[in-house]
């Protein structure tokens, strides 16, 4: 593991790398979708003491154990609104990259019911470059604890995006154009889209192939938690990540649950032992398995504990994440972590910087519920709180 020296030295280096390079972040583009949510942040009562006055749920074994206690009667269990704000795993790691000043073309589920951008998006989308809508946002309510969060989603309008519904809003040669001057291309959330497997194979037939040769343009996927999606929609899933990688290297993303998930699809479970303490010494030799086996060119995996990643040219890297008990938001953690990790990338900064940038980027997202500019994620990292074992 990495020891407190050298984690603040590589912390402050990458601080140092991103102040050097702030002004390159203009020439950086990127393209992201396809999902766009309301997410309505909520806390769970466990006893409710009058107007105002209750204790929250603070772990989610006691929401697990009141709704286990109601089977075969009923419950009635209160949700307190704590804020309402843009969501989507697509839309959260826009909305941070376009933070840090990044341009940005969003094509996503951004619309209210009048075909409008949702005013929640507002903001956001005044501040990309360009948005392309694809149909009605989600919606989200987000149940959070500290120990982690349930996520209850209503995503009706997302099953009826596909390629040929992709392309009907942008056709095809504008695609290209758009993903042709692109840095990074992203499609994230995978599990809420049933029809993104059919969206990869029209890029692998339609669009990847006409691409113009660039040293530097990248792909990056995240799953977001397949629990609900079939082993074969899955194994599917990973099998085309291997051939978009042949036209632009991949970066997969996964928290500790999607990579246990995925292992297990290919073949791996026993990689993970149960209640095991994550630490590089058990995480890192997994990484490095599953991206080989996948052939795409780097894998990023980010538990509580930090984050590991292994790329195609043998590099492996561990970087302790700033731990803290009870975060004001979980709700885009994860998506922050991509934000910042794929920032670093675009700017060329080293593997284990990228994974002190992405910690750093969802450390203080989760502590202030707001995105951090490349100026406060700098500070942040120069003075990086301690990791989980303190």
């Given at each position: ?69 109601a089977a075969g009667k009923s419950a009635n269990i209160e949700f307190v609104v704590q804020q309402q704000k843009t969501g989507g795993n697509a839309a959260i790691m826009a909305s941070a990259l376009v933070s840090a000043g990044i341009p940005l073309t969003f094509i996503g589920n951004l619309a209210d019911p009048s075909g409008n951008i949702a005013e929640v998006y507002r ?268």
């Amino acid at each position: 593991m990495t020891d407190t020296n050298t984690r603040t030295t590589i912390a402050k280096n990458t601080a140092e790398t991103l102040r050097k390079k702030q002004g390159e972040i203009a020439d950086r583009h990127v393209v992201i979708g396809f999902d766009g949510c309301i997410d309505t942040i909520v806390h769970v009562v466990d006893v409710r003491h009058g107007a105002g006055r209750y204790e929250r749920m603070t772990g989610m074994l006691q929401f697990a154990d009141r709704i286990a206690k109601a089977a075969g009667k009923s419950a009635n269990i209160e949700f307190v609104v704590q804020q309402q704000k843009t969501g989507g795993n697509a839309a959260i790691m826009a909305s941070a990259l376009v933070s840090a000043g990044i341009p940005l073309t969003f094509i996503g589920n951004l619309a209210d019911p009048s075909g409008n951008i949702a005013e929640v998006y507002r903001q956001f989308t005044d501040d990309c470059e360009e948005v392309i809508l694809t149909g009605e946002t989600g919606l989200t309510d987000a149940a959070e604890f500290n120990d982690g969060k349930v996520m209850f989603g209503k995503v009706t309008p997302f099953e009826s995006l596909d390629y040929a519904r992709l392309t009907g809003e942008v056709p095809p040669d504008r695609l290209l154009s758009y993903i042709d001057k692109a840095d990074l291309l992203a499609t994230v959330n995978w599990t809420m889209f049933p029809g993104m497997n059919d969206i990869w194979r029209g890029m692998l037939k339609d669009i990847l192939p006409r691409l113009s040769e660039s040293p530097t343009r990248r792909m990056f996927v995240d799953l977001a938690d397949p629990a609900k999606r079939s082993k074969e929609d899955l194994t599917e899933a990973l099998a085309l990540l291997g051939e978009l990688n042949s036209f632009l290297p991949l970066t997969l993303g996964l928290n500790l649950s999607e990579a246990k998930q995925v292992a297990q699809v290919l073949g791996l479970s026993a990689a993970f032992a149960d209640n095991e303490t994550v630490s590089p010494d058990t995480l890192l030799p997994v990484t490095v398995q599953i991206r080989e086996i996948l052939n795409i060119d780097r894998l990023l995996i980010h538990p509580l504990e930090g984050a590991a990643g292994a790329q195609a040219s043998g590099e492996e890297a561990w970087f302790s994440g700033p731990y803290i008990p009870e975060p004001k938001i979980s709700t885009g953690g994860g998506d922050h972590f991509n934000a910042g990790a794929n920032l670093a990338a675009l700017l060329g900064l080293s593997l284990q910087e990228q994974l002190a940038a992405g910690t750093a980027t969802s450390g203080y997202y989760v502590r202030t519920a707001i995105s951090p500019d490349i100026n406060k994620l700098a500070d942040f990292l120069d003075d990086m709180p301690a990791p989980v074992s303190g």
